[in-house]
């Protein structure tokens, strides 16, 4: 009985890492999702069913279940961004990437996505662009961050 | 004039984050060092006499939340797990100390680990603060490498081994409960309480959760004794606090005050007053899960009770100041769907009342008598809901109907 016991605490011990895991499945996927493949993966990994990291996956907002492009806008909308001009921004951002929010540009470099409050408020409004923080956006600053990233994909 | 004092950030200009001896020059670990000669109970009694209360929000005494948890068994297994989910619109205080000073925040759990004989803790991270979760994780192999951490803690017998875990992206998961299930693999759901934490926790075992500032107050009250720290606050707020400053004020940012100063001080005297041209009309206390105030708050100290009898919250101590271009139901449409956006969807009346709280909330501007529908619509929640999200939208509504309406 004892080592069934041991048996089941591992499992549930290694369970706590499946957010980790679907975080390296997804870093690691050149379109910034997780596929199908990848959660089967990751339900083969776990010992789990494909319905339950479905589940998983479905649940946290940093994970996708669609292809993404090259550069992942997030663009918080909570309170002080809100109050700061994040409305503005949007429209600023969406004109430059040629894309709506929630869509991916047509030359799958920009996906536009909103986000609640990043911790960054001191720099409202502020957004992620993949694992990099902007802060105290404005039109021109906006204007300078996505052409920079145009030319480099040029 | 006022100025700030420090205590959970009392290290961040003079170290390099990335370096433990620059820590260690300025005092790390000292507090370590003199717990581990200690006896646990009589520490406990310490940290119960100095008042300090959990700097995640509710404010329940630290000491107290110790002692639960060590007494709740002696001999199994027990887990200790610091919350730095940190998703409270505006917050941003436990960043600070993650990035600028992570020693501080290790200590302060190993501290709090052999005071309730956890031998395994983990820190809960949200998964969008890279730069900490970056600090954090060489902070840990470095504590590891000094004989901090792992086996045998500075050769005393004691064993506590430390651990990140990365959120996803979910404010719900910031809930203690609901973070237990999240650290456990599993959806973001919130559990039924009781158990508490304390009573069966993680992998059903005593678990300790506390805030990251509230950990990161245990090494100075044991290194400055309690007489120094029980002098700092008030009667019922002692010790510092972060609070973080946001909207049209000359000098937005965080700032560790002792508790009691009040809101002219803190705003006027250290954060430069408001933008040109900009007045100030007022404040969101304590994020969405908040209360909005008025200008007769401006001489209140911000302290737990001296807030509480005027029937608004410190929370987690982030200040949204407004001015007179603040577009109020503009604002109140913001919060209701930053609620309606988080609910996890669960139970009925969280999930409908949210969505029905967004909607009403759009019309406000020009339907403002809708203020006292969703008043009592928040009411009804609040009683009804499954897990505390779906009772924090009648703060801020009732706050600003008492207020703005
Ligand atoms: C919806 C919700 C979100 C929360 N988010 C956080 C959070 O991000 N960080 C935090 O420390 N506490 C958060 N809390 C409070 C925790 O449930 C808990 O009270 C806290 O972690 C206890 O630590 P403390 O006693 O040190 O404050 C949240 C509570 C609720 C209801
Ligand atoms: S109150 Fe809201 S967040 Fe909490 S369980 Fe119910 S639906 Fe989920
Ligand atoms: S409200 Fe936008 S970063 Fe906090």
């Known amino acids: 009985m004892k080592y069934e016991a041991g048996l089941q605490k591992d499992r549930a011990e290694k369970k706590s890492l499946i957010i980790e895991h679907l975080h390296s499945l997804q870093d690691a996927n050149p379109k910034q999702f997780l596929s199908e493949d990848d959660l089967k993966k990751c339900a083969k990994e776990f010992n789990l069913t494909m319905a339950e990291v479905y589940g998983i996956a479905s649940y946290y907002s940093m994970f996708s279940l669609k292809p993404r492009g090259k550069y992942i ?69 906006l204007e300078k961050i996505i052409e920079n990233l145009k030319k480099e994909n040029a | ?85 940190e998703g409270e619109p505006g917050t941003f205080k436990d960043r600070v100390i993650m990035e600028r000073d992570p020693h501080m925040l290790i200590e302060g759990m190993i501290i709090a680990a052999y005071v309730i004989g956890a031998s395994r803790g983990f820190i809960y991270i949200r998964g969008e603060y ?31 081994n430390l651990e990140l875990r990365l959120g996803a992206g979910s404010y719900l998961c910031g809930e203690e409960l609901t973070l237990l299930e999240s650290l456990e693999g599993k959806r973001g759901y919130p559990r039924i309480k009781p158990p508490f934490p304390a009573q069966k926790g993680l992998w059903e075992s005593p678990t300790l959760i506390n ?16 007489d120094w720290y029980t002098s700092l606050g008030t009667e019922e707020s002692k010790g510092t606090k972060i609070f973080t400053i946001t909207g049209r004020v000359q000098k937005p940012g965080f700032y560790e005050m002792e508790m009691g100063c009040t809101l002219r001080e ?42 509480k009898a005027r029937g608004a919250t410190l929370g987690s101590g982030a200040i949204l100041v407004l001015d007179q271009e603040t577009d109020m139901p503009s604002l109140l449409h913001n919060l209701m769907d930053f609620f309606k956006h988080e609910s996890c969807g669960k139970c009925v009346p969280c999930r409908v009342g949210t969505t029905m709280l967004t909607e009403m909330a759009a019309k406000l501007k020009n339907e403002p008598e809708l203020i006292h529908k969703m008043t009592k619509e928040a009411h009804y929640m609040a009683e009804t809901s499954l897990c505390p999200l779906g009772q924090s939208p009648i703060l801020p509504l009732k706050s600003y109907r008492e207020y703005y309406s």
């Open chain 2, 266 to 307: 803190l705003l006027f005297d250290i954060a430069g007053g408001m933008k040109d041209g900009y007045e100030f009309k007022g404040a969101l206390l304590g994020g969405a899960a908040g209360t909005f105030v008025d200008e007769s708050f401006l001489d209140i100290p911000l302290a737990y009770e001296t807030l």
């Open chain 2, 130 to 160: 890279q730069r900490s979760i970056e600090v954090l994780q060489k902070a840990i192999e470095d504590s590891n490498k000094n004989g901090f951490l792992g086996e045998n803690v500075l050769g005393s017998g004691f064993n506590f």
């Open chain 2, 211 to 226: 805030n990251v500032e509230t950990f990161s107050h245990l090494p100075a009250i044991l290194n400055e004794g309690l």
């Open chain 1, 73 to 141: 806008i997030r663009l918080c909308k909570s309170s002080v961004c809100h109050m700061m001009g994040a409305e503005n921004m949007a429209s600023k951002i969406e004109s430059l990437c040629k894309t709506k929010f929630g869509n991916t540009s047509a030359n799958d470099l920009f996906t536009l996505e909103y986000a609640e409050c990043l911790g960054q408020c001191e720099k409202a409004p502020a957004m992620m662009i993949n694992k990099n923080v902007h802060g105290s956006l404005n039109p021109e600053s």
């Open chain 2, 1 to 85: 004039m006022i100025a700030e004092k420090r205590i959970s950030l009392a290290r961040i200009e003079k170290i390099n984050a990335d370096s433990i001896d620059d820590s260690l020059k300025a005092g790390a670990y000292n507090g370590l060092k003199k717990a581990l000669t200690m006896n646990p109970e009589e520490m406990i009694e310490k940290f119960e006499k100095s008042g300090l209360r959990g700097r995640g929000g509710a404010g329940f005494p630290t000491g107290l939340k110790q002692k639960f948890t060590r007494s709740s068994c002696l001999d199994c297994e027990k887990y200790i797990i610091c919350n730095a989910d």
